[in-house]
């Protein structure tokens, strides 16, 4: 029903404390938000608690992520975005209210798992090779997206199948922030 979790969604996110789900076939670019503190039956609104990222571009979400200050970063294939969901302030409607805040455009994530937070940065892998969503120093609340950082390998990251880059996965260890890839015809990492 409409109070229901979201049929078929395979991202899910604790957030703020609320669950937000997405990834469903029939509505790539929507995320569905559940009561706080509670995401069992009869908790979400499919209509009044959902809302598109992107203003309905059709761009597919890859992955969200929750970031400091209330910040949800979603992952589409070509693009990136910030939400600010503060748990204070509850929207009547979230389709009519939720401000969603483009970083980047015609750059995007390649798969749900080829991402790690890492200190206050989010990186991730693009179509060009690893980036980091970074929280700018001087302005509060402000995030910028860096250039490719994975330049000194840049060899490798040329010889990833692009047919099996969705199948990257990124996890940070330590001081290290690593990702396994498909280079050249593997269809594994």
């Known amino acids: 029903t409409v109070t229901d ?6 991202i899910l996110t604790w957030h703020t404390g609320r669950m937000f789900a997405s990834g469903q076939a029939t509505n790539p670019d929507t995320i ?19 809302f598109r990222v992107g203003g309905g571009d059709g761009d597919n979400i890859v992955a969200q992520v929750s970031m400091q200050s209330f910040m949800l970063a ?11 969901t503060d748990p204070r302030a509850e929207p009547a409607d979230f389709s ?18 080829a991402w790690c937070v890492y200190g206050n940065d989010l990186m991730f892998m693009a179509q060009d090779g690893v980036r980091s969503l970074q929280r700018m120093e001087a302005a509060t609340g402000q ?9 000194a390998v840049q060899p490798y990251i040329d010889r990833i199948n692009p047919a099996y880059a969705s199948g990257i996965v990124a996890t940070k260890y330590l001081e290290f922030a690593l990702f396994a890839i498909p280079l050249d015809n593997s269809t594994v990492n």
């Open 5 to 10: 979790p979201p049929v078929g969604a395979t």
């Open 32 to 50: 569905y938000v559940s009561n706080r503190l509670n995401f069992a039956r009869g908790q979400w609104n499919n209509t009044t608690r959902s």
């Open 74 to 84: 979603v992952l589409k294939q070509n693009s990136v975005w910030l939400l600010y």
């Open 96 to 113: 009519a209210t939720q401000a969603t805040e483009g970083v980047s455009y015609g750059v995007g994530c390649v798969g749900k798992k």
């Open 143 to 151: 995030f910028n997206l860096s250039a490719p950082i994975s330049r």
